[in-house]
């Protein structure tokens, strides 16, 4: 049974800075493609980060290179990736998901952003820049 946790989130100031973590539990596997999704009010789904957990290879979104950073780690039976976020604006106020599949494909250069496939998904988190 595999299980997205998230946590952090919250509350900023335009320019200020926040961290999201997604722990994964029950992959038979370390290397799987981890994808951060938003949802603003009213928008559909846009893909903000993803890394291969297997190579470390991320991509970013337009909207996000050079603020957002998304990182790998391992603890024990625990494999955790963080999306940190600098320099908000208010347009990144939405619903962040992290989603992960264990297989290469979900991330290449044309299939990163895209949120269909994916069966594990975390419980989505808040994040609100004003």
């Known amino acids: 049974h595999v299980q997205l946790v998230e946590s952090g989130g919250g509350s900023a100031q335009p320019g200020e800075s926040l961290t999201l973590s997604c722990a994964v539990f029950g992959f038979t596997s370390d290397d799987y493609c981890m994808t951060w999704f938003r949802q603003a009010p009213g928008k559909g789904r846009e893909g903000v980060a993803a890394?291969?957990?297997?190579?470390?290879?991320?991509?970013?979104a337009d909207s996000v290179r050079g603020r957002f950073s998304i990182t790998t780690s391992q603890d024990n039976a625990k494999n955790t990736q963080t999306l940190r976020m600098n320099s908000l604006k208010p347009e990144d106020t939405a619903m962040y998901f992290c989603a992960a599949q264990p297989y290469r494909a979900y991330c290449s250069d044309t299939s990163w952003n895209r949120d269909y496939g994916y069966a594990n998904w975390g419980q989505g988190t808040q994040v609100t820049v004003s």
């Open positions: 890394i291969w957990t297997g190579g470390r290879r991320r991509y970013y």
